[in-house]
């Protein structure tokens, strides 16, 4: 399959065939209360069925697939409130911005890869984290296609830094941090394969019905092998899935140090079974 990048202003879509698979927005304009950071809306089966949600009125700042941080030494890259301890959500003035410095794309051998350089500030302008974030299209086949994502983020802030969650500051199964995919609103009430909340494992599978189509949709996930997760998902009241970096326990990065994750998403036609995805993961080796 030849892959063909459509190049916008703020934004690179990555097409197979007669289907855009994905939009990434890298320079995306949004309200300061959603930490404004680069995501990938809408992602697409090759069926052409939307799997990701944006800006849900239930959380604005959720948008499609991101990576982020709901916890970061106390400040907060996700958007919205910030979970305290004792306290539950509060509005603060700690919400951080990615930007976007460098982005280039290239198509060849079967793939497109991105490959981005960022720096994450702070509300008060503190340069933290600077990233080299890639997205590789792969391996499409007559009813899926393979979304590798690597990231390394490195601390540049003079001082450790800890990524937590709300979960870390003791709010029960919400240990949401790291790359995250929210779905869109017809996938609510899908089926999880895989782990439950909070355990680990080195794949999950979300399975849903969309509206108007008489169509199914089935996401893969795949976990770093070095790097095992705790699992953050949910089905109800909304469709989310995340390997999360701090489900329960913060994790320090040191001054000048870099922490490295590679991740991977299969995006298919139709409800794969447990057997159907087992199989998939033996032929595709990392």
Not at 91 to 109: C, F, I, K, Q
Not at 177 to 196: K, N, Q
Not at 254 to 268: F, W
Request: glycine share 10%; charged share 20%.
């Amino acid at each position: 399959m030849t892959f063909e990048l459509i190049e916008d202003e703020d934004s690179l879509t990555v097409r197979a065939g007669d289907v855009d698979l994905f939009r990434y927005v890298h320079q995306p304009v949004m309200d300061p209360f959603e930490a404004p950071k680069p995501y990938l809306h809408p992602v697409r089966t090759l069926a052409g069925d939307v799997v990701t949600g944006y800006r849900p009125h239930d959380h604005r700042w959720h948008k499609g697939i991101q990576i982020t941080a709901s916890w970061l030494s106390g400040h907060n890259f996700w958007g919205g409130g910030t979970y305290l301890r004792g306290q539950g959500y509060v509005d603060l003035p700690n919400l951080g911005t990615m930007r976007s410095l460098t982005v280039a794309a290239e198509t060849g051998h079967g793939r497109a890869v991105i490959t981005e350089d960022l720096a994450w500030y702070t509300m008060a302008g503190e340069h933290w984290i600077d990233e080299r974030r890639t997205l590789t299209a792969r391996d499409v086949e007559a009813d899926s296609w393979t979304l590798d994502v690597t990231t390394a983020l490195t601390n540049v802030r003079g001082a450790g830094l800890l990524f937590g969650s709300p979960g870390t500051q003791g709010r029960r199964l919400a240990g949401y941090c790291g790359l995250f995919w929210r779905g869109p609103r017809d996938l609510t009430g899908g089926d999880v394969i895989g782990p439950a909340m909070g355990e680990q494992g080195d794949w999950l599978a979300f399975t849903g019905t969309h509206d108007e189509v008489d169509r199914s949709s089935t996401l893969l996930f795949l976990d770093d092998p070095d790097a095992p997760c705790d699992w953050f998902v949910r089905s109800e009241p909304f469709p989310a899935v995340n390997p999360s970096l701090a489900f329960d326990e913060e994790l320090p990065l040191a001054l000048g140090e870099t922490m490295s994750r590679r991740y991977r998403i299969v995006v298919a036609n139709g409800a794969w079974t447990p057997g159907r995805l087992s199989r998939h993961i033996a032929e595709h080796s990392w």
